[in-house]
């Protein structure tokens, strides 16, 4: 076993604070987070985080229930500096892997083949934290793991950061034109 599985704590939005102690409510794992976060969006005071349940630097975050079967299991790999409240309908996977291989892993259509096999509901659809013991996750060293990271960052980059993604494309679409525009212009003297 590669991971320890815990549910989440019990805070409510009700609790959230104008600022406090950084916390994860799992409605927020459907809308905002991605593969993986280092800040928060809300916050709790110091009585309700000690009753909470705490994600670590590199555990992952998963809202082990939804409306559908899409969407439940989305997660974050918690890569922030501080310990985190993290609500109910949430599991914390604490490992020992590259924690950002393990959330694009959650992201991927094989782990969607597991999940769909033990989430179960009508109109709430949950996994419980139990049932993710049975995934099966082949794990390369931890060297490949980071090499595919990186590689896999390179590309979300591209496809999700304008910043990133859009001057790259620019650039491949100058380039395209710069070499049609020269194929166009190099024709012979047109003979009579």
Not at 17 to 25: A, T
Not at 148 to 162: G, K, P, W, Y
Not at 166 to 171: C, D, R, Y
Request: glycine share 6%; net charge negative; proline share 3%.
């Amino acid at each position: 076993m590669i991971a320890d599985i815990t549910r989440g704590g019990n805070f409510q939005k009700k609790d959230f604070v104008e600022s406090g102690l950084p916390c994860i409510h799992y409605g927020q794992m459907y809308t905002h987070f991605g593969i993986y976060a280092d800040q928060t969006l809300t916050f709790i005071n110091a009585d309700v985080f000690a009753k909470s349940k705490v994600a670590k630097t590199g555990d992952i975050i998963m809202a082990v229930t939804s409306e559908n079967v899409e969407d439940v299991c989305s997660c974050t790999a918690w890569l922030g500096d501080d310990d985190i409240a993290v609500s109910g309908h949430t599991a914390i996977i604490h490992h020992n892997q590259n924690a950002k291989f393990l959330s694009y892993y959650f992201h991927s259509s094989h782990f969607y083949t597991q999940k769909i096999k033990l989430a179960h509901g009508t109109k709430v659809i949950e996994v419980t934290p139990n049932k993710l013991n049975d995934i099966v996750i082949m794990l390369p060293p931890i060297e490949d793991q980071n090499r595919i990271v990186e590689i896999l960052d390179r590309f979300d980059a591209l496809c999700n950061d304008l910043s990133a993604g859009l001057p790259a494309e620019i650039e491949a679409r100058q380039k395209q034109y710069e070499y049609y525009r020269d194929k166009l212009l190099s024709f012979q003297e047109i003979q009579k």
